[in-house]
């Protein structure tokens, strides 16, 4: 009797932030854990103090901000290798991460739409926030609007309501940027409170009463830390609503097409302001 192929499965990328390494990051969102019980794999990349001291992801370079090279190539280079040597379903590949791992996230998503069916953005910055090193500051400090994105890119945003590193006004921005492409989604918008901790209003755009294609939640009292985290790991907050869960839900949700996997290049930012 042939063995059975094995099933096909969801991958997500999660890229840490500053001062994080993957285990710490793995320890915090607890991401491993609803891997095992929804039935997906995870991809923890690591960046190298050589490229930066404190380990953050380079978001706000000119050359780590787009398609072919820099930081999003050897991201979208090393799933592309998961993809190929694990049973992974390509129809169902993600990328989330915090704060300079989200605005990656954003930048990779948005460059590799062929690949990545959805994003997951945890105080974050939108593409296009920041160009040089003194930009990014001003920009988690004040908040900035990045660039016009050019195709639609299905994007979950969590950010706290006291984040002193990055500037809520950011979260806003990205879920502004995140809606343009689309045609006519219905807006929701529902205040509710964790039992024992955070308020947090989660405004979601969909069709009808369909899935949701831009999720922005705003955590109230939380600062710059996961939602919902695990305290084992640095820069959490356990008493926000469940960040890797809602990501995890909002994901499956979501799938890339054929025609889309075999349209490499595809344009996802243009510098329309």
């Known amino acids: 009797m042939a063995k059975k ?6 991958l997500i990328v999660m890229l840490h932030g500053c001062g994080q390494t993957p285990q710490d990051f793995a320890r915090g969102t607890g991401m491993n854990a609803l891997a095992e ?6 991809l923890y990349p690591a960046q190298a103090r050589k490229a930066h001291l404190n380990r953050c992801w380079n978001w706000f370079k000119r050359s780590d901000q787009a398609r072919g090279g820099g930081e999003p190539a050897l991201i979208a280079g090393l799933t592309q290798e998961i993809i190929a040597g694990q049973p992974v379903d390509p129809a169902r590949v993600y990328v989330a991460g915090l704060s300079a791992g989200a605005s ?5 998503a948005t460059a590799y739409s062929d690949i990545f069916a959805a994003v997951g953005v945890h105080s974050g910055l939108a593409v296009g926030a920041a160009h040089d090193a003194a930009s990014a500051t001003r920009a988690m400090v004040a908040g900035a609007p990045g660039r016009r994105l050019g195709a639609p890119m299905p994007t979950i945003i969590f950010h706290g309501e006291k984040d002193k590193v990055v500037n809520p006004r950011n979260g806003r921005f990205a879920a502004m940027r995140a809606l343009q492409p689309y045609d006519r989604l219905e807006r929701t918008e529902k205040t509710m409170r964790v039992s024992g901790g955070h308020e947090y209003v989660r405004t979601a755009h969909r069709v009808g009463r369909g899935r949701s294609y831009v999720e922005h939640w705003l955590v ?3 600062g710059h830390a996961w939602s ?9 907050d356990p008493d926000g609503p469940d960040a890797s869960r809602e990501m995890m839900r909002f994901f499956l949700r979501h799938r890339t097409t054929k025609k889309r996997r075999a349209s490499p290049g595809s344009p996802g930012v243009t510098a329309t302001l």
């Not at 990656?104 to 990779?108: D, E, K, Q, T």
């Not at 919902?228 to 959490?236: F, H, K, L, P, V």
């Open 5 to 10: 192929a094995e099933e096909p499965l969801p």
């Open 37 to 42: 019980e929804f039935g997906a794999l995870v």
């Open 104 to 108: 990656a996230s954003l930048i990779v």
């Open 220 to 222: 109230q009292g939380s």
């Open 228 to 236: 919902g985290g695990n305290a084992s790991g640095s820069y959490t």
